[in-house]
Nanobody, 125 residues
């Protein structure tokens, strides 16, 4: 059983930066990434790293601003968010699934079995 715990959320002004972290137990052969959900909206994929370095996927809305990375020694997944916009305001969730995930399906919520509790990010204009 994989457990995920997020941290690093908070409030920031537009144009600022935040880094989210996800601590994972039993961190081995998993694809991991970040999703977000704004009030009244569906959960959406933000960025995912396929296991074994097989692929890195980003939502178009965050390309060039967000960077997802993992530290295998610390069993940690991170999301560096730069040039934040008010529309980035959401609850951010760490997610994981056993094995590889393709570029065609990386953003599907149903593909991920393990989820963290979420961390809130609020960007003010």
């Amino acid at each position: 059983q994989l457990q995920l715990v997020e941290s690093g959320g908070g409030s920031v002004q537009a144009g600022g930066s935040l880094t989210l972290s996800c601590a994972a137990s039993g961190y081995t052969w998993y694809s991991m990434g970040w999703f977000r959900q704004a009030p009244g909206k569906e959960r959406e994929g933000v960025a995912v790293l396929a296991t074994g370095g097989a692929g890195t996927y980003y939502a178009d809305s965050v390309k060039g601003r967000f960077i997802v990375s993992r530290d295998n020694r610390k069993n940690t997944l991170s999301l560096r968010m730069n040039r934040l916009k008010p529309e980035d305001t959401a609850m951010y969730y760490c997610a994981a699934r056993v094995g590889w995930i393709s570029g065609a399906s990386w953003s599907r919520v149903s593909e991920y079995k393990y989820w963290g509790q979420g961390t809130q990010v609020t960007v003010s204009s």
